[in-house]
């Protein structure tokens, strides 16, 4: 597991285990993270979405994992660590909840520009997944 002293401290400061392998898997695997695309980008192949990817790989996690990294996502929203935070809320669209809606809208307003334009998109598509619930 590589998860960088910053993301280690921060995960501890909120709360999580970062050992628990889900951070390993919040910091290091899946289509999130800096990189990450809301809408379809030049930079990527024709019709690539990386949410419609993320979407699609936390679907094909297992329930439990995917139950473990619903738990951390409301630990890893209020780090101050801003690539855990991006990659929270990322990750916060697809399998996040009312509550962590309510703190994603929070981050609106992060002085942090990539935190907040993240946080209104995935505000945008985690609004629009809790009503077709």
């Known amino acids: 597991m590589s998860i960088s002293k910053e993301a280690y401290e921060a995960i501890r ?19 999130h993270g800096m990189g990450f695309t809301w809408s379809q980008t030049k930079r990527q192949p024709s019709g690539y979405v990386g949410i419609e990817h993320l979407q699609k790989i936390v679907e094909e996690l297992e329930p439990a994992f995917r139950d473990r990294l619903r738990r951390s996502l409301a630990v890893a929203l209020r780090t101050t660590a801003s690539e855990l935070l991006r990659r929270a809320v990322q990750v916060g669209a697809t ?13 609106t307003d992060c002085n942090n520009p990539a935190v907040a334009a993240d946080a209104r998109a995935s505000a945008f598509y985690l609004r629009r997944r809790l009503v077709a619930e």
Not at 13 to 31: E, F, K
């Open 13 to 31: 400061a909120a709360g999580g285990d970062p050992t628990d392998r889900v951070w390993d898997w919040l910091m290091n695997r899946g289509p």
């Open 95 to 107: 399998i996040g909840r009312e509550a962590d809606l309510l703190r994603i809208v929070e981050l």
